[in-house]
């Protein structure tokens, strides 16, 4: 692997200098902050009154017990929507200019089960930096050796169906994150490129916060709740999954999608490209007409305009992704996206379907090789 891959301005591309000062004159001319507006804000609210309000209900037992399962379901959901809306935008410091509020909404994240810390190296330094690059994205690494993703994976006979179970696999996105990706990326050595030395408190918060968060899922309900250590598994269990499943359908549908690239650099090579051209080549959008899509998914459905643009609020992606459209036409870059929900799955299950599968030209060349 490349530790120092960089990226070439080889056309010498003015496509991101162009974009930007097409944005930024949209924002002046209306005279609109880029950070949160009333909307964001009341968007804000209403995810976090819903997350505090369905944790009590379930924890104080409002309900019969099946309806409380279905409370756990919301639940689950709206820990992955919070995500999404609030500290995703918190994290990248786009909710506002205010420093003390991004950090302070940033910080809900570790409330519901994920390291503030390790998602600032992973997401925002690598993710972002090396978008879908073998070897450097630690997000392809979807669920290793379960989930073929790149053709420089070894290739088993379980992935013929990868297409198929996959979807299964993502419902335990979150008790992987929550319980063992934390861990294991806070102590390898390097995350892609990145070599990590970490502060001695984050040691601290790192267990500290994760303890608050098993605290208040686990122990907590296990002591005021009037049901049986199976029930509460039950709903444990079901509330992850249905937060694992958005998650993961969430997070695959904006990068493993048939028309978005995977570079795949051997040894000194670089990236033959800019940084934003790269960008447009690797991510896509996905309902990105659709309000209700819009309002669930905080942005992660205009991939497009928050890779480029990581540091305006999500809120404002619609308004700005016919400006990002217009430009990358005109300097002939693709404009990945499906433009509904259920045509960006489809996209998803048809190119692990692919992946799944040697190509013909490979099986013939192996043909060869025995022949010989």
């Not at 990590?196 to 709740?225: D, S, T």
Request: proline share 3%; charged share 15%.
């Amino acid at each position: 692997m490349n530790t120092s891959l960089k990226f070439l301005d080889s056309g010498n591309s003015l496509f991101f200098v162009t974009v930007k000062k097409r944005v930024d004159d949209y924002f002046k001319a209306n005279n609109i902050s880029k950070y949160a507006n009333t909307a964001m804000v009341l968007k804000t609210v209403v995810y976090l009154t819903s997350f505090v309000g369905l944790y009590f209900l379930i924890l104080f037992e409002v309900f019969p017990t099946i309806v409380s399962l279905f409370l756990a379901i919301a639940l689950g959901m709206n820990m992955a929507f919070i995500g999404f809306n609030v500290c995703h935008d918190a994290l990248h410091g786009s909710y506002s200019k205010n420093a003390f509020v991004n950090k302070s909404l940033g910080f809900l994240f570790n409330i519901i089960g994920a390291n503030v810390y390790v998602w600032n190296i992973t997401h925002n330094k690598v993710h972002h930096t090396y978008t879908n690059i073998i070897g450097h994205d630690g997000d392809l690494d979807v669920a290793p050796g379960l989930v073929r993703v790149s053709p420089e994976e070894p290739i088993k006979a379980i992935h013929r169906y990868q297409h198929i179970y996959a979807f299964f696999l993502y419902s335990l996105a979150s008790l992987s994150w929550f319980f063992r990706k934390d861990y294991v990326k806070f102590f390898q050595k390097t995350i892609g490129s990145h070599v990590n030395k970490h502060p001695k408190i984050e040691y601290f918060n790192l267990f500290f916060y994760k303890f608050v968060y098993y605290a208040l899922f686990i122990i907590i309900p296990l002591v005021v709740m009037d049901i049986t250590w199976w029930q509460f598994t039950i709903g444990f269990l079901v509330m992850n999954f249905a937060e694992g499943l958005v998650l993961g359908l969430v997070f695959q549908l904006a990068h493993l999608v048939e028309d978005t690239e995977m570079p795949n650099p051997q040894g000194d090579e670089n990236i033959e490209e800019t940084w934003a051209a790269h960008q447009m080549r690797t991510t896509a959008n996905f309902a990105r007409k659709n309000p209700v899509v819009n309002f669930l998914c905080g942005g992660l459905n205009l991939q497009v305009e928050h890779h480029l643009f990581p540091k305006i609020c999500h809120i404002h992606y619609v308004e700005i992704s016919e400006i990002v459209k217009e430009t990358a036409e005109e300097f002939g870059l693709p404009y990945n996206e499906n433009a509904t929900f259920g045509s960006a799955l489809k996209s998803h299950y048809d190119f692990l379907k692919a992946a799944g599968r040697v190509s013909e030209k490979v099986e013939v060349s192996k043909k060869i090789e025995v022949m010989a």
